[in-house]
């Protein structure tokens, strides 16, 4: 079991662990984890703690045999440890262990050498080309359609096959300290009972975005690619990770037809029915679109699915979607929404169905963003908010009843009572005000008392 904190613990310890400040060990150099690090990976989720510890509890790679732990470096070590076949390693249900050393590249080929995205595309395909053709001015606002919309498309299937990493059930993936997955995606679909800790996780680019011209008012770039996505899964816990952009934010994109060149899509996203996820402890940084909860406001399978919880994460100057729900109950709970930038759109949206449950968050504000802009209105009708604080523009902070800041600017009026009560969770729920100490200390990789 990992250690647990809570209370007067928990804060005593943020006070001394602070980043750089965790002892770490050399990794060992043979095939093998150190000893330690597989005595961490093989921790589970604690009892309790959030909706994947619901019914049989999250345990990931913890029952593998020592055959299958495995220390991985390079992306060719990472499929071989997920089952060898990045094709159907999906399926592969065997228990096992990855344990990360430095930086596996998701643009590295199997000799070794690094791709780019003229790698990986379509010989019949180039940007310059595509933005001549589907120019609005030219092609009109109707969807990108012949020849060379095709050639993107089997871009990006050259693409999807090279950087989209498929992972099976009963798998446990962690970091050692400095551990980073770079230019990938984490798919965990159809692959219940799976852990991800302690990795940072940047720039998981997208080389042909797609020209969607009915997407708004004006059209917009969107982009393909997850850091890590959940799909038609259950008992999925994703711990003390870092989510960046790296040194390639959408904000320093060109801009193609009035519209930013969009080429990174969601943080962790959880869609296609999966349910039973707890985030908690992961620092997002400077991204725009973060986390969503279910895929489509059409009413079907996603009913009744979609049960996640989200605690003591950091949510650091970034845009939407902190989260944005359809249809789960989402238990959102003691989180530090660090908040800024001129492109800030919401942070917890209220969409179709969806039952939130917002309590003892802090909300730190800059200039230009007010209580009333924190939740937004896609078409959901209730969110319950208890004990939530808001610091705006350097002032002191307050407690705020959200729903009502909501309303006070905002019709349609957002009803006040989603309908349930959380009742997984581990240890006191912390006091909003002590928050952003606690989670600031201890949120994101590297931040584990390894």
């Known amino acids: 079991m990992r250690p647990r904190f809570t209370g007067a613990a928990l804060v005593a310890l943020s006070l001394v662990l602070v980043p750089g400040a965790v002892a770490t060990a050399a990794p060992d150099p043979t095939a093998s984890p ?12 604690p009892p309790g703690d959030g909706w994947a510890a619901d019914g049989v ?24 440890a997920l089952g060898g076949d990045n094709a159907t390693n999906k399926s592969n249900d065997t228990p096992k262990v990855i344990v990360v050393d430095g930086t596996v590249d998701g643009f590295e080929a199997d000799d070794g050498t690094l791709l780019d995205c003229t790698d990986l595309a379509d010989p019949a395909y180039s940007l310059p080309a595509y933005l001549a053709a589907y120019d609005p001015a030219v092609w009109g606002r109707i969807p990108p359609s012949g020849a060379l919309e095709a050639a993107r498309v089997r871009s990006v299937s050259r693409q999807t096959r090279q950087t989209q990493i498929n992972v099976g059930p009963n798998t446990t993936i962690v970091g050692l300290p400095t551990a980073r997955l770079t230019g990938l995606t984490l798919m965990i679909d159809g692959a219940d009972n799976v852990i991800v800790r302690n990795l940072t996780f940047d720039d998981a680019r997208d080389c042909f975005p797609a020209w969607s011209p009915t997407d708004g008012d004006t059209g917009n770039w969107n982009s393909q690619y997850d850091q890590i996505s959940v799909r038609r899964s259950e008992h999925v816990w994703v711990d003390h990770n870092t989510f960046t952009d790296g040194d390639n934010p959408d904000s320093a994109q060109p801009v193609h037809f009035g519209r930013p060149y969009q080429v990174h899509d969601g943080s962790l996203d959880i869609t296609h029915t999966a349910s039973l996820v707890t985030a908690s402890w992961n620092r997002f940084v400077g991204r725009d679109k973060v986390m969503l909860i279910g895929s489509s406001n059409t009413v079907g399978p996603d009913v009744g699915r979609l049960r996640v919880t989200l605690h003591h994460n950091l949510f650091d100057r970034v845009l939407q979607r902190l989260p944005r729900v ?3 109950q989402v238990d959102v709970y003691n989180n530090w929404y660090r908040l800024a930038g001129e492109g800030f759109a919401y942070a917890i949206g209220v969409g179709v169905q969806s039952a ?5 968050n802090h909300f730190t504000l800059d200039a230009g963003i007010t209580a009333g802009d924190l939740l937004y ?3 959901g009708t209730a969110v319950t908010t208890r004990g939530n604080w808001v ?8 407690p705020v009843d959200l729903v009502a800041a909501y309303n006070a600017a905002h019709d349609p009026d957002l009803d006040s009572d989603a309908g349930w009560t959380p009742r997984l969770r581990t240890g006191a729920v912390l006091p909003a005000p002590t928050v952003p100490l606690v989670v600031g200390a201890l949120a994101g990789a590297d931040r584990l008392p390894l």
Do not use: I, S
């Open 34 to 45: 150190p000893r330690w690090a597989e005595a961490f990976a093989r921790q589970t989720l």
């Open 57 to 80: 509890g999250t345990t990931g790679g913890a029952a593998a045999t020592a055959d299958q732990v495995h220390l991985v470096r390079t992306r060719a070590e990472l499929v071989r």
């Open 326 to 328: 359809r249809f789960g």
């Open 356 to 360: 939130v449950y917002a309590e003892n």
């Open 377 to 379: 209105d896609w078409g």
């Open 391 to 398: 610091r705006a523009h350097g002032g002191l902070p307050r």
